[in-house]
């Protein structure tokens, strides 16, 4: 028997989370059964624990968390063997597969990484889907020719996981990096991070009717969407990218198709959930090789199972600062 948050509905189809004890017999089909050992919240796992399951659940009982690092316990899958360490984001885990927040699970090998050298399990829950999509973004903006020297390149959302992820990549690289932020008491956090200069979300959050701004940034990581990412395209520079993440200010673009034609802007598409095996390996090798662990460790906020449903609220507000870990043993 082993501890899982599970998600049942109620007499009014509504779901709610308890902490149960389950048996393996209660996993799901699979290749390779993973004795987890942390995973973490993102704003996609808020969705998951919500009362509806945020369109993303399809079937209940239902055992959330997009995310795990862990050991491999059994294998059918001659790519791994007992004791690998593993790592899992994507593909729909946590969202129609049962995911992570319990302390084992089964999933097809495909699935899997090998946890990169370098990073222990914790620290690569502490990156998990919004670290990882951030590094995602900032190889986008680089294939795209983004380098140092160019000019500032923003950051928006800074102060949530991918935000959080981005600035302290990018500014290990040697880029000025310009945190949005609608929390201002985390300037202080932001700039530890690395962040050179703090932009009030308020600046970039209004419509202008004006399709061109002055020409700012050098690049953009975009986890806000909405009227933000339309104000960010008028603002890049003449042929900068901006990497679209999220939706956490809005799924709509009321942008116009002028800073495409007049300035050459690109509007880079980023998905960490389907991202193909050799992309996902590169990734998190430069994770392990870019992104400085005390930076990591200072975005840290440790947590348990039993957390989970308060921080699945507060995600979805916007409430979480940095990177929740969540020890599935603690
Ligand atoms: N494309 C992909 O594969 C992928 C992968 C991971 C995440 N995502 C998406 O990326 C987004 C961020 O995920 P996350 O896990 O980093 O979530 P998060 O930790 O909640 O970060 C989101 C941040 O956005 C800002 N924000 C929230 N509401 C806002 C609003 N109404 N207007 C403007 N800014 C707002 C807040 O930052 P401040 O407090 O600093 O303003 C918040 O901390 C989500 O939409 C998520 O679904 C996409």
Same mark, same amino acid.
Request: charged fraction near 30%.
């Given at each position: 028997m082993f501890k899982a948050l599970v998600m049942e509905q109620n007499a009014e189809g509504l779901a709610e989370a308890q902490l149960k004890e389950i048996g393996e017999d209660q996993l799901p089909e699979g290749d390779v059964t993973v004795a987890v050992e942390y995973s973490t919240v993102n704003y996609k796992d808020g969705l998951c624990l919500s009362a509806k399951g945020g369109g993303l659940v399809r079937k209940y009982p239902h055992v959330p968390g997009i995310d795990f690092a862990g050991t491999v316990e059994?294998? %059918? =899958?001659?790519r791994y063997k007992p004791g690998d360490k593993v790592v899992l984001t994507g593909w729909r885990v946590g969202e129609i597969h049962w995911g992570g927040y319990a302390q084992k699970a089964r999933v097809k090998g495909d699935w899997l990484v090998p946890?990169? %050298?370098?990073?222990s399990t914790k620290q690569a829950m502490a990156v998990g889907t919004a670290g990882f999509t951030a590094m995602l973004a900032v190889m986008a903006l680089e294939d795209h020719g983004l380098k140092p020297g160019q000019g500032p390149v923003l950051v928006t959302g800074a102060a949530g996981g991918v935000g959080s992820v981005a600035t302290a990549i990018l500014a290990n690289l040697g880029y000025e990096v310009a945190g949005v932020t609608g929390?201002? =008491?985390?300037e202080d956090y932001l700039k530890s991070l690395g962040a050179a200069r703090i932009v009030a979300r308020e600046e970039l959050n209004e419509t202008t009717k004006r399709p061109l701004e002055a020409e700012t940034w050098a690049g953009c990581v975009d986890a806000v969407g909405g009227e933000m990412l339309a104000r960010v395209l008028g603002q890049l520079k003449y042929g900068a990218s901006v990497g679209a993440v999220g939706l956490a200010g809005g799924a709509a673009l009321p942008a116009t198709v002028i800073p495409f034609l007049l300035r050459g802007v690109n509007l880079l598409g980023i998905d960490s959930?389907?991202?193909p095996y050799d992309n996902r390996v590169r990734a998190w090798k430069r994770i392990a090789s870019d992104l400085p662990m005390d930076k990591l460790e200072a975005m840290i906020r440790p947590a348990r199972l039993e957390d989970l449903p308060q921080l699945g609220a507060d995600i979805l507000k916007g409430q979480v600062q940095g990177r929740v870990v969540v020890d599935v043993n603690g």
């Open positions: 059994t294998s %059918e =899958d001659a946890l990169p %050298e370098g990073l929390r201002p =008491d985390t959930v389907m991202q």
